[in-house]
């Protein structure tokens, strides 16, 4: 189930938030999103396209090219989220 779906509720999220929101999704706990916790993360926030958006989001913000997003490069992809609709009070 969703944690948040802005087509219901349409509250802006802080960074902090969101961030929280994205860090949920570690499913493995080792502190970097995949591509793959990534699309499920923004699916769950209603995105359309999350497997695409997943992809664009790791090729914008991995800085060290890694293939994952690390809590260093979080404010970037925060960032680049919020060109999507997500809402950052």
Excluded: C
């Excluded at 800085?63 to 989220?81: C, H, R, T, W």
């Amino acid at each position: 189930m969703p944690i948040w779906n802005p087509r219901r509720v349409n509250l802006p999220l802080s960074e902090e938030q969101l961030k929280g929101l994205l860090k949920r999704y570690d499913t493995n706990g080792d502190g970097r999103l995949s591509r793959k916790e990534l699309k499920v993360a923004f699916r769950s926030l209603g995105l359309r396209w999350s497997g695409w958006r997943a992809a664009q989001a790791i090729r914008h913000a991995d800085a060290n090219g890694d293939g994952f997003i690390s809590k260093e490069e979080m404010d970037e992809l925060v960032k680049y989220a919020t060109r999507w609709g997500i809402s950052i009070a």
